[in-house]
């Protein structure tokens, strides 16, 4: 008699519980082109610019926008790809931001400066370059001067 109480009991526990939740999941970072428009945007930095100068298949990018300073994220090449475009920037901000390791390069824009981490099949290259009021950094395994490429087409652009 309790083993058919106690299974009655289950079974009705188990018929009027509530469903679990469920599960949550993050949000998937939207990798659609956007269309160029004015000024400093991942628009005008899509992933077929930016994959055709830095020689590297990227299959669409992500925005980030936080005041000054916007960001596009590329999805693709196995490594970290991200072009960063700062407004306002100013000669002393360029030179607060650079890092003890940088490299000068002298005669690119109105002040640039490359970092390269890692080695050989890991490197990570940043090259930075402010011209006027905007900042450019890429960062990417592909070298200095595909960035520096880069660079030069994103101004042109905005």
Known sequence: M?????????????????PDAAPTQA????????????????GNANSSVVGK???????GQQQTVDKAVT?????????????????????????????????AIEGFHDEAYEVTTGQSETAQHTV????????????????VEPSKKLINDLFGRI
Do not use: D, H
């Open 2 to 18: 309790r083993i058919a109480l106690f299974a009655a009991v289950f079974l009705l526990a188990a018929c009027t519980s509530e």
């Open 128 to 143: 930075t370059a402010r011209k006027g009021k905007v900042e450019i950094q890429v960062v990417s395994p592909s070298g």
């Open 27 to 42: 949000p998937v970072p939207t990798t659609v082109e956007q269309e160029p428009g004015n000024g400093p945007n991942c």
């Open 71 to 103: 960001t596009c994220r590329y999805v693709g090449s196995g490594m970290p790809v991200e072009v960063r475009f700062t407004t306002g920037a100013t000669a002393a901000t360029f030179a607060k931001a650079k890092p003890e390791t940088a490299k």
């Open 53 to 59: 100068a830095l020689g590297l298949r990227l299959q």
